[in-house]
């Protein structure tokens, strides 16, 4: 690797171990295996430049990672019911198996408050979600998918899955299980009733 690869890598690491804030230009050259501090603003411009490469790179990765685990709801055998509940689960077991790449996606979201670069690629990336997720679940293409069905079947399902990472990542003993999540939107459907004729 060059040098600019081995920041990357090493911003990374200091992502993963100490978080976006605690991070300083010296912890990346140390994890980067020495690279001088003077490469970062070389290759990258600024400690803040690269550590934002770093995350967009962990977001990526999050991202697959995600998509595999969730297109796993359109197979099998089993009723849709149970084979969301499952699909739920094994999101839940990624919360402990790719804990830092979840967590990288929480501080990517309080670091674009301070970085439109960041901001933009993050909204782009939540479009591209919730057409992904609306996808998954009606069982078509990403590319059938209108823009009603993406803002609202996508983003309904793109919210339970932050607001079940962030309840999951701050207490998992309390968190919902994907029986937990299944019961609730059944009730959830009672509370709102079916549409109007």
């Avoid at 100490?18 to 050259?29: E, L, M, P, S, Y």
């Amino acid at each position: 690797m060059g040098n600019r690869e081995d920041l990357l890598a090493g911003a990374r690491r200091c992502l993963e171990e100490k978080g976006w804030a605690r991070t300083t230009v010296r912890d990346i050259a140390a994890a980067s295996g020495g690279v001088s501090m003077a490469a970062i603003g070389y290759h990258f411009g600024s400690r803040e430049a690269l550590l934002n490469a770093a995350l967009i790179e962990a977001i990526d990765e999050w991202a697959t990672h995600t998509g595999r685990t969730l297109s796993a709801f359109g197979t099998g055998t089993d009723a849709p019911a149970e084979r969301y509940e499952a699909m739920w689960d094994r999101v839940i077991e990624s919360f402990s198996t790719h804990r830092t790449l979840w967590l990288a996606s929480i501080e990517a979201l309080a670091q674009a408050e301070h970085c439109a670069d960041l901001r933009r690629y993050l909204a782009g990336g939540q479009d591209q979600g919730r057409r992904g997720l609306a996808a998954i679940l009606t069982g078509t293409g990403e590319g059938t998918i209108d823009d009603t069905t993406a803002r609202t079947l996508g983003a309904v399902q793109m919210a339970l899955l932050t607001g079940l990472m962030t309840q999951w990542l701050t207490d998992p003993r309390q968190a919902p299980t994907g029986a937990d999540i299944v019961t609730g939107l059944r009730a959830l459907a009672r509370v709102v009733g079916p549409d109007r004729p």
